[in-house]
Nanobody, 129 residues
Framework: QLQLVESGGGLVQPGGSLRLSCAASGFTSDYEYYQIGWFRQVPGKEREGVSCISSSGGSTNYADSVKGRFTISRDNAKNTVWLQMNSLKPEDTAIYYC????????????????????WGQGTEVTVSS
């Protein structure tokens, strides 16, 4: 079973940057076949897709709200995906989760949370002055 652990969250001022990491452990021999996504959730609201990256790293997708500010990347040799978040806004405040799934890219691309099978525990991001 693949396991995911997020890190890198914290408190940052508006306009600041954070880099989140999602490290995989456990049964990682087929990690290179997993699409990886970042999602976020604010209490009382539904979980939403932020960004995702294809198994090879060759394709990415971003929510409109983060385009131009966030960058997703991965290193399959390190079993890790990163989310670089720049120009952070108070509305980016949420718990951020990474998720993995072996579905086809044209399915994962849409970042529907219910279709992702492996989830991390989350890391909290607070953007506040």
């Amino acid at each position: 079973q693949l396991q995911l652990v997020e890190s890198g969250g914290g408190l940052v001022q508006p306009g600041g940057s954070l880099r989140l990491s999602c490290a995989a452990s456990g049964f990682t021999s087929d990690y290179e076949y997993y699409q990886i996504g970042w999602f976020r959730q604010v209490p009382g609201k539904e979980r939403e897709g932020v960004s995702c990256i294809s198994s090879s790293g060759g394709s990415t997708n971003y929510a409109d709200s983060v385009k131009g500010r966030f960058t997703i990347s991965r290193d399959n040799a390190k079993n890790t995906v990163w989310l670089q978040m720049n120009s952070l806004k108070p509305e980016d405040t949420a718990i951020y989760y990474c998720a993995a799934d072996r579905s086809a890219w044209h399915i994962a691309y849409h970042m529907e949370p219910q279709l992702w099978r492996v989830w991390g525990q989350g890391t909290e991001v607070t953007v506040s002055s």
